[in-house]
């Protein structure tokens, strides 16, 4: 009997957005106007090479990048639930899915030492240059009109749950534990014994619940969490039956 838990890792896993903690690098902690407003909708990631450009531009060091990311908060309870995780391995396979990137995801697990509860990482590849800059890249491309260009997190969640099968491990339930409007479409994904896990008071809860006043109700069971000690308790009683 094995499950598979899915974490988005932004206001999920930890209590920020790590894309924006790391402006706190940047000259008076705070970015150029322009810069700032040349976001547009959908091309996060493009938007956030300008923003490493502008830090290597600036003198930021990856060591002054790694010691900012690494001070940034887990979400009340997540490391308790991700402790648990990691001592019963046997019952959970665990992913994350994130708009993030591969450097700032690997810098705060391996700082709190879960880098090795996690089964595998998806999300935008990074890297340094030799001239000592972050970039980043999209994580795939694909055709989904809900999601933005570089992500369509139901996608990565159907590749990876085909792979499992190719390889023998049918999941008996896949729970998605999430916040953010880029987690609706891999809800849409889960199944009538699945559990969407969306977090109280953010865009998901939001959705799901303006989805299912429109007849149109996501498959799986819903449940609210605020704390990770509360997704803990669940699994626990998963384990029991």
Same mark, same amino acid.
């Given at each position: 009997?094995?499950?598979?838990? @899915? ?43 300008? @923003? ?64 090795? @509860? ?10 340094? +240059? ?95 969490? +605020? ?15």
């Amino acid at each position: 009997m094995k499950f598979l838990l @899915v974490f988005d890792f932004d206001y999920t896993v930890i209590d920020e957005n790590s894309d924006t903690w790391i402006v706190k690098c940047a000259p008076q902690e705070k970015l150029p106007n322009k810069l700032r407003n040349s976001y547009q909708k959908g091309h996060w990631t493009e938007y956030m090479s300008r @923003v490493f450009r502008y830090l290597g531009d600036s003198g930021v060091s990856e060591d002054e990048m790694k010691r900012t990311m690494t001070t940034i908060p887990f979400t009340t309870g997540m490391r308790d639930l991700l402790d648990f995780i990691g001592k019963n391995k046997d019952f959970f396979d665990c992913i994350i899915i994130s708009d993030s990137n591969t450097v700032f995801i690997d810098w705060i697990l391996r700082a709190a030492n879960f880098h090795e @509860v996690l089964d595998e990482v998806f999300t935008n590849p990074a890297t340094f +240059s030799g001239a000592g800059y972050l970039t980043v890249q999209n994580f795939h491309t694909h055709h989904c009109a809900k999601c933005p260009k570089n992500l369509c997190k139901r996608k990565v969640l159907e590749e990876f749950v085909d792979k499992k099968l190719r390889q023998g491990v049918k999941y008996e339930k896949i729970i998605y534990i999430g916040d953010g409007g880029n987690d609706l479409c891999p809800v849409t994904f889960l199944k009538k014994d699945d559990i969407a896990m969306p977090r109280q008071g953010y865009t998901l809860q939001k959705m799901i619940t303006h989805m299912s006043q429109d007849l149109g109700p996501v498959q799986s069971s819903v449940l609210v969490w +605020s704390s990770g000690i509360e997704i803990l308790s669940h699994l626990k009683l998963l384990i029991k039956e």
